[in-house]
Nanobody, 127 residues
């Protein structure tokens, strides 16, 4: 069992930056591959980025590639999402998620593959 708490959301102008954090408690953090997802009003939850348990493998949705960076610090039980060059279409509630079933260098991109979810943090990008 793991509990996930996101932070770092807020209101930012287009072109600005935010860094989201997701801190885990429970089992050792390196047990989990991690992902970030987002959900805008009236839309389905969509994949944003994922990182392996090792931190050495990352994967991004095409819509954020080159603008967002996922990273993790296992010693701090935290995964980050650095978001640069934000656009109004990035506005959504952002969720972190943990998968306890992957090997050291595997990642997952589908919501159904994740066992645990945080409560979400709102990101609003104004034009």
């Amino acid at each position: 069992q793991v509990q996930l708490v996101e932070s770092g959301g807020g209101l930012v102008q287009a072109g600005g930056s935010l860094r989201l954090s997701c801190t885990a408690s429970g089992r050792p953090f390196s047990t989990y591959a991690m992902g970030w997802f987002r959900q805008a009003p009236g839309k389905e939850r969509e994949f944003v980025a994922a990182i392996s348990r090792s931190g050495g493998v990352t994967y991004y949705a095409d819509s954020v590639k080159g603008r967002f960076t996922i990273s993790r610090e296992n010693a701090k039980n935290t995964v980050y999402l650095q978001m640069n060059s934000l656009k109004p279409e990035d506005t959504a509630v952002y969720y972190c998620a943990a998968n306890s079933n992957l090997r050291w260098v595997q990642i997952a991109t589908k919501p159904i593959e994740y066992d645990y979810w945080g409560q979400g943090t709102q990101v609003t990008v104004s034009s």
